[in-house]
């Protein structure tokens, strides 16, 4: 692969007029600036074009195609507003990736978040806040191609959810409902259903209830489990 840069500090700024890095026909480009007092505001903003993470390292195949922003500040504490756009044509171990997601997020907060995302047959959705009293993040996915995450993986699973509160006291509730769920030769499930909930923090109200049907693993089988 082949970087180049041209970056340059003037004053009490830093400078990154372009950079590219480039493999195997893809490329990755950015351009970029922070200040180096005060709050230390920066701002970034790039694209991806035929991208392939398996060109530097043990990553799996991907070609993908997309645009990110980035802008907040560095001090006193750290925060930042983000936006990345999947583009046409992307794909992840050989299935279609599209989607988009903006969020604000600092050390204790994700903020605005709108997320959209779809690999194949799977889908994450996500909107709201979290990290402050009073917000609300509801999210909620459906993994019905699991190979394309991770090959040993194979069945159906939807879940969704409620994230609420702060970090320090964080509140919410889920469901879930999976069947033929497997993970290789090491654990296969028929059938599982599970909700559950928490209420101010980890030292409040923690409820779970879980079932499973034809729960098999090495060495083990059982017929029924329930929590």
């Not at 001090?75 to 936006?83: E, G, I, T």
């Not at 204790?108 to 889908?123: F, I, M, S």
């Not at 996500?126 to 993040?137: E, I, Q, V, Y």
């Not at 320090?168 to 259903?193: M, Q, Y």
């Amino acid at each position: 692969y082949r970087i180049e840069a041209d970056a340059q500090r003037r004053d009490q700024q830093v400078e990154v007029r372009s950079a590219r890095v480039r493999a195997q026909g893809g490329e990755l480009a950015f351009a970029g600036r922070v200040a180096l007092t005060g709050r230390q505001p920066f701002s970034a903003e790039g694209s991806v074009s035929r991208f392939d993470p398996a060109a530097f390292g043990d990553f799996p195949r991907a070609q993908l195609n997309g645009t990110f922003k980035a802008s907040g500040s560095l001090a006193p504490q750290w925060a930042a507003s983000v936006a990345l756009v999947v583009g046409d044509r992307s794909r992840f171990r050989g299935a279609p990736l599209a989607g988009g997601a903006t969020f604000d997020v600092s050390e204790q907060r994700v903020a605005n978040a709108d997320v959209a995302l779809r690999l194949g047959a799977n889908r994450l959705n996500a909107k709201g806040s979290f990290g402050n009293p009073g917000d609300r993040l509801a999210w909620n996915v459906a993994v019905t191609e699991p190979a394309v995450i991770h090959q040993p993986l194979a069945g159906r699973l939807v879940a969704e959810g409620v994230l609420e509160g702060t970090v320090a006291r964080p509140a919410g509730s889920l469901t879930l409902e999976g069947k033929g769920l497997r993970w290789g030769s090491d654990l296969a499930i028929a059938d599982v259903t599970g909700s559950g909930s928490i209420a101010r923090g980890l030292e409040g109200d923690i409820r779970l209830a879980v079932k499973a049907r034809d729960l098999k693993s090495v060495g083990l089988s059982y017929v029924g489990i329930s929590l």
